[in-house]
């Protein structure tokens, strides 16, 4: 079994490193956690977890080292980890709109990264994260790619499309998160109780999703069986429309995309 170091111990860092002891994969005492601020990981120690605050020294000894900072971060820290690093290492990148090449230019170009989007149901172990390299080989994608499957869906995609996903994916859970919001608003509205509207939201949001996954179907083609002539149905969604309810949605997952490409630099 590989030890990892996660470097970076926020939402992300830490759902996947629960994510991986729950999926029986690893044990918590081969994952080691940095954070500038130990007294933020005495919760993780209890369970198991090997924790530092040097991120150098946390480097060392990792098979498998993931990159989970800030973009606004990264540069400092892989300055701290560059004479730590060896070819031999996988580099996992979770750091939006930040290449390959972004880290190589400062820990060499012999290193061998990957860079992988995950969002934030990592924490349930239902993400959706995207893969992508420049030029690992098939056998180390593979163990990066095993290491998310413990927590949740794995996409490998083209390195160029990871802002794409960043956009579709990782931002795109809350744009998910407010439509189920808006549809509650709209339950109490037509007048139920907040609670149960929300109950009934999520609920329906998930089952329209569930529908897709294991029918494998078209979102239109399940949208047919529920609109019917001069139906309640039709009448509700062509008024979304008319307001520019898909618009909307593309022009903001296209925005995001924007924003994401430019993170690191900014």
Known sequence: MSKITIIGSGNIGLSLAKGLVKSGQYIAADITLT???????????????????????????????????????????????????????????????????????????????????????????????????????????????????????????????????TALCACGIAFFLRAIRAASQGGVEIGFHAHDALKMAVQTAKGAADLLLQTQNHPEGEIDKVTSPKGCTIAGLNEMEHNGFSSAFIKGIKLSAEKAGGLYNE
């Open 35 to 165: 954070r500038r601020n130990l007294a933020n990981l005495q919760e993780e120690a209890a369970l198991g977890f090997q924790v530092s605050d040097n991120n150098a020294q946390a480097a060392l000894d990792a098979e498998i080292v993931v990159l989970a900072v800030l973009p606004q971060q990264l540069r400092k820290v892989l300055e701290e980890v560059k004479d730590s690093v060896r070819a031999e290492q996988i580099i996992v990148s979770v750091v939006s709109g930040v290449s390959c090449a972004d880290v190589k230019q400062v820990l060499g170009e012999d290193k061998l990264v990957v860079r992988a989007m995950p969002n934030t149901a990592i924490a349930i172990g239902q993400s959706m994260t995207c893969i992508a390299t420049d030029n690992a080989a098939d056998g180390e994608i593979k163990r990066v790619e095993q290491l998310f499957e413990s927590v949740g869906a794995v996409v490998v995609i083209q390195e160029d499309l990871m802002t794409s996903a």
